[in-house]
């Protein structure tokens, strides 16, 4: 039986079509579906829909689920289709009756409308970690080798010289404005939803105020019907930006597949990170970096993705809403590989020395000579005629050293300011306030 039948049953084929992979994804959401009824509970106590020894015994049982989740050993059984089903399952069986009174206004609807804020939320935190880390690398990489010098291309033709300093920290600066774009996307998640029941409010005398307090939200979704218009809303958000780190982690991998070609060899990695081929034995693939493309690539067609399963849909709860765990909990997790695998390679990374000398680079310093000629006094554009010239009739013999001091140039990185912006950027989640709350509330 499930919690919403009463005296039917329906068939086998119609409940393994509309659980799908629940059980699957809602293991991803157990423990924040525990918190929500944790202080959902304490709410309804307030408003005398429990009694304290009936919250006291509640609240004790809630927390040993959470600990047995935290642990791995708490799972959905066979034929319950999902974990609010479960939870309360566990708790009648454990505490008799007074389990069954958990559910009082309260809907499905709100509850995974706010186990998934509250998942969002925790997930954002942890993304926010693994960004933070890859950042501080590349920072660490741009002070190491700012003194390597390597091509600049634009239209993937011979442009001006650049450096690996440069190289690293104009990733490391894309993942302060993608952590930007989270922080926004934080602030849509951090409200909540609780207490617009099915859509539509409840009857109950519900202190929507308190349970946002108790879950270190920042604010409540006020308006019950918006609340659930924002199923989808909310996942589709997250997704646009966590699209933008994944777009920064696969042009860096692009590049990084590019300089390891032979053609180029700006760089190497270590055999035990590199695979080979079955029949050539010279093979080094960059499979790492060809991995994080493509996952990264996913990541940004997700935001569509989502947007096309909501489209069309009027206001009010809908089964599609159900997918789109599928597509976003688990991609969650595939960004985090991705930048966990992106610092191991870049922990890694060998930059080769000198490669400017060769002299089919010798045209990357065309403009360090027009810009010579413009210090002597001779104007711009005839400047740039004169070097174009003396190109054509090879008569170019170019000096190959570069003095670039203007902020973010290659003589100054500016990585302190980079840094600034980052921890700027960090701050302004306010993590410490929900982790403080959630603390409190399992105590």
């Known amino acids: 039986m499930k919690l919403w039948q009463k005296d039917k049953t329906y068939t086998k084929e119609v409940e393994k079509f509309t659980i ?15 918190l929500g009824s944790l202080a959902h509970i304490t709410m309804l106590e307030s408003i005398g829909l429990l009694k304290s020894n009936e919250l ?4 004790a049982e809630l927390k040993n689920i959470y600990h047995k989740i935290r642990q791995g050993e708490f799972n959905l059984e066979a034929g319950v289709e999902d974990i609010h089903s479960q939870v309360e399952i566990e708790l009648t069986k454990k505490r008799g009756e007074v389990g069954k009174k958990i559910h009082s206004g309260r809907s499905r609807n709100d509850q995974v409308l706010l ?21 501080e690398l590349l920072i660490a990489q ?12 634009t239209h993937l033709q011979l442009a001006m010289p650049s450096s690996f300093g440069l190289w690293f920290g104009a990733y490391a600066e894309s993942l302060v404005d993608d952590l930007i774009t989270m922080e926004a996307a934080y602030r849509v998640v951090n409200k909540n939803p609780l207490g617009s029941a099915a859509g ?15 879950l270190g939200f920042d604010d409540l979704n006020y308006n019950v019907v918006y609340a659930q218009m924002g199923r989808g809303k909310s996942e589709r958000i997250v997704a646009s930006a966590l699209a933008n780190i994944g777009a920064t982690l696969a042009k860096l991998s692009m590049d990084a597949c590019l300089y390891l070609n032979q053609n180029f060899a700006f760089i190497s990695f270590p055999d035990e990170l590199t695979t080979g081929s079955s029949i050539m034995p010279h093979k080094k693939n960059p499979d790492v970096f060809e991995l994080i493309r493509a996952r990264c690539n996913q990541m940004q067609a997700l935001p569509n993705d989502i947007a096309l399963a909501m489209a ?38 060998s930059v080769k020395k000198d490669i400017l000398t060769d002299d089919k680079y010798k045209f990357l310093f065309s403009v360090e000579e027009v810009n010579k000629l413009v210090l002597a006094g001779m104007p711009f554009r005839d400047a740039y005629k004169k070097v174009g ?17 203007h902020e973010g140039s290659i003589g100054n990185l500016c990585l302190d300011d980079i840094r ?20 409190k509330l399992l105590e």
């Open 420 to 439: 600034r912006l980052m921890d700027d950027a960090i701050t302004r989640f306010g993590f410490e306030k929900v982790n403080n709350a959630l603390l």
């Open 200 to 214: 539509y409010g409840s009857s109950f005398p519900l202190n929507r105020k308190m349970t946002t307090s108790l």
């Open 115 to 135: 186990d998934v804020k509250l998942y969002l939320r925790y997930e954002i935190e942890q993304v926010v970690g693994e960004v933070k880390n890859l950042f």
């Open 142 to 153: 741009s002070e190491k080798f700012k003194d390597h010098l390597l091509p600049g291309y």
């Open 56 to 59: 006291e015994v509640l609240s």
């Open 20 to 34: 799908g992979r629940d059980q699957e994804m809602d293991m991803y959401m157990a423990r924040f579906d525990v």
């Open 312 to 349: 069309n849909l009027p206001s009010g709860y809908h089964r599609d809403m159900q997918l789109l765990k599928e597509m976003l909990f688990p991609a969650i997790q595939n960004l985090k590989d991705c930048m966990r695998m992106a610092h191991l390679m870049l922990s890694n990374i």
């Open 389 to 405: 010239l003396d190109i054509e009739q090879g008569n170019y013999s170019p000096t190959t050293t570069v003095h670039h001091t």
